[in-house]
């Protein structure tokens, strides 16, 4: 999922961290346009938790809902613009942009695209699923996560890698879901549409490599907000 192919020696630590808060403020800024109170704001509320469990420090987080809800700095103008295309050896690729300049954004996907092949609106969407995903950790050990899947109104659920579970809903039923799940023993650390791939591509060591190159350049462009990889 997302940029599922990175690994943490490929780029300094902190320049790293830098591109994860710049990504998280920018959600922050969007979904604060919808009111700063993360209480009456599902959205808002979801951008803060994945904002805290990234320790972003509480000055950027509050500066960043006061942008987005308009009071700081005048208003907050970026959109979410989707590219659809292949990376080498056709491997279906899905990026979402969270931009200020449309035809900056295009250009840049235009470049980066050079060692692979930009598509239509359509072209490899066709192929994933678009559905909710919620993060969310047990608060006890009796907790059963097949139960608060089906209780909480979930399609599916997968144990994490680090103790998390991920459950699986449909788009429309992310927010209800997310906020059942306390009420099944479930601490919930983000809750986002993001596109899985219905066929990933298994590829060998070096065409691997040469993909997760091309998907590195992409994902540290300004633009991009969320990289989505049919690679298994």
Known sequence: MGAQWKTKHKMDAANA????????????????????????????????????KASMPKDTLERAIKKGAGLLDGPVNYETVVYEGFAPHQVPVIVECLTDNKNRSA??????????????????????????????????????????????????????????????????????VAKALPEFGYDVHSAKLVYRANNPVSLDDAARAEVETFLDAIDNDDDVQNVYVGLA
């Open 17 to 52: 961290r830098g591109r994860i808060f710049t990504k998280l403020a920018k959600e922050i800024m969007v979904a604060a346009r919808n009111g700063a109170d993360p209480s009456m704001n599902a959205k808002l509320r979801s951008a803060i938790e994945a904002a805290k």
């Open 107 to 176: 250009q840049s996907m235009r470049i980066l695209f050079r060692k692979g092949q930009l598509g239509s609106s359509g072209s490899v969407s066709w192929d994933f699923k678009h559905l909710g995903q919620i993060e969310a950790v047990p608060t006890s050990a009796d907790a059963d996560m097949e139960l608060a899947a089906i209780e909480a109104g979930a399609q599916d659920f997968e144990q994490g890698e680090d103790g998390e579970v991920i459950f699986l809903t449909e788009s429309t039923d992310l927010d209800a």
